[in-house]
């Protein structure tokens, strides 16, 4: 599991890296507070689609420095691809409404050893 903290302050420790080729496609619905990573920082193309995933998410997209760089709120299934701004390093996925997060705040993962 890892944590995700906003400018030092604690989000989540419900949190997990995912393949990012499959990102949430027929996976089970996230709960509120919990979350997925996408490292797609190896990846030269960094869109996103919502196909095959049936939960609305909220996505948030960071940068190499780990800031973000775009938030798109409540993503609706089986919608179109998701092109951010600028280019994006990581994404963050989770429930609708679990994160206040903004454009130009810093983020930080805290991965906990041994669970």
């Given at each position: ?24 496609m027929f996976a ?88």
């Open positions: 599991m890892v944590s995700i903290y906003c400018n030092d302050i604690f989000l989540t420790g419900k949190s997990k890296y995912i393949n990012p080729l499959f990102g949430l089970k619905k996230l709960k509120k507070r919990e979350s997925v990573i996408l490292d797609v920082s190896n990846y030269p193309s960094t869109v996103i689609h919502m196909a095959f995933v049936f939960q609305n998410l909220d996505i948030i997209c960071l940068n190499k420095e780990m800031k973000v760089i775009d938030v798109r709120n409540n993503v609706k299934p089986f919608s179109k691809v998701i092109n951010p701004k600028k280019r994006s390093y990581y994404y963050i996925e989770s429930a609708p409404d679990s994160f206040n997060v903004k454009i130009g705040d810093k983020l930080k993962f805290i991965e906990k050893k041994g669970i």
